[in-house]
């Protein structure tokens, strides 16, 4: 762990940037109330943090699946601030069609330029991006397994809000699905 403290406190400060900019995103350009935000953004940041949990404990938790490198510390950081980068870019160009919870705002419209122009959830791909750099970057067995299930959590609220999108929008939103993947671009 000595050799990556650095990087630690580089991605703990990303994930942190990226709360704190969804926290003031959240009370000035969500439509609904900040108190109907604050849960959805606690369970966020709570659920992101928990990938470092291993440093906190011993035994199971804590072990490696490979010991961290500098070369395992770059890439990790880098993957890290590169998604937490897409997420925020994603989350400007929703703007006020953003919600923590699955909702359908006032005025709702279907996003597809910017990042939605790559894949349909781009908030979900950046965030995904930034755990598995952390998880890369940390090395330890639990942070691999919190990251997957995190991958099954995101694309099971991707898919209710596909729900949701299709009934709001049926031809708009069945021809942009045919087009752009949902996760991973060109992929999935």
């Given at each position: 762990?000595?050799?990556?403290?650095?990087?630690?406190?580089?991605?703990?400060?990303?994930?942190?940037?990226?709360?704190?900019?969804?926290?003031?995103?959240?009370?000035?350009?969500?439509?609904?109330?900040?108190?109907f935000?604050?849960?959805?953004?606690?369970?966020?940041?709570?659920?992101?943090?928990?990938?470092?949990?291993?440093?906190?404990?011993?035994?199971?938790?804590?072990?490696?699946?490979?010991?961290?490198n500098?070369?395992?510390?770059?890439?990790?950081?880098?993957?890290?601030?590169?998604?937490?980068?897409?997420?925020?870019?994603?989350?400007?160009?929703?703007g006020?069609?953003?919600?923590?919870?699955?909702?359908?705002?006032?005025?709702?419209?279907?996003?597809?330029?910017?990042?939605?122009?790559?894949?349909?959830?781009?908030?979900?791909?950046?965030?995904?991006?930034?755990?598995?750099?952390?998880?890369?970057?940390?090395?330890?067995?639990?942070?691999?397994?919190?990251?997957?299930?995190?991958?099954?959590?995101?694309?099971?609220?991707?898919?209710?809000?596909?729900?949701?999108?299709?009934?709001?929008?049926?031809?708009?939103?069945?021809?942009?699905?045919?087009?752009?993947?949902?996760i991973?671009?060109?992929?999935?």
């Open positions: 762990m000595e050799n990556n403290v650095l990087f630690i406190y580089l991605t703990i400060w990303f994930w942190l940037l990226m709360s704190l900019y969804w926290a003031i995103k959240a009370k000035a350009s969500s439509q609904t109330s900040f108190s935000e604050i849960t959805s953004l606690v369970k966020m940041i709570t659920s992101f943090l928990i990938i470092y949990l291993p440093l906190l404990t011993g035994g199971w938790f804590a072990k490696e699946l490979y010991a961290s500098i070369w395992t510390n770059i890439m990790g950081a880098t993957f890290c601030g590169l998604g937490i980068g897409f997420a925020i870019w994603a989350r400007n160009v929703l006020g069609c953003w919600s923590g919870k699955v909702t359908i705002q006032k005025e709702h419209k279907l996003i597809k330029e910017g990042p939605y122009s790559v894949v349909r959830h781009p908030q979900y791909t950046g965030f995904l991006l930034a755990l598995f750099g952390t998880a890369l970057m940390l090395g330890k067995i639990f942070s691999f397994v919190w990251y997957l299930f995190l991958i099954v959590s995101l694309i099971a609220k991707a898919k209710q809000e596909e729900k949701i999108l299709a009934k709001i929008f049926p031809n708009e939103y069945l021809e942009y699905k045919q087009k752009v993947k949902m991973i671009p060109y992929v999935y």
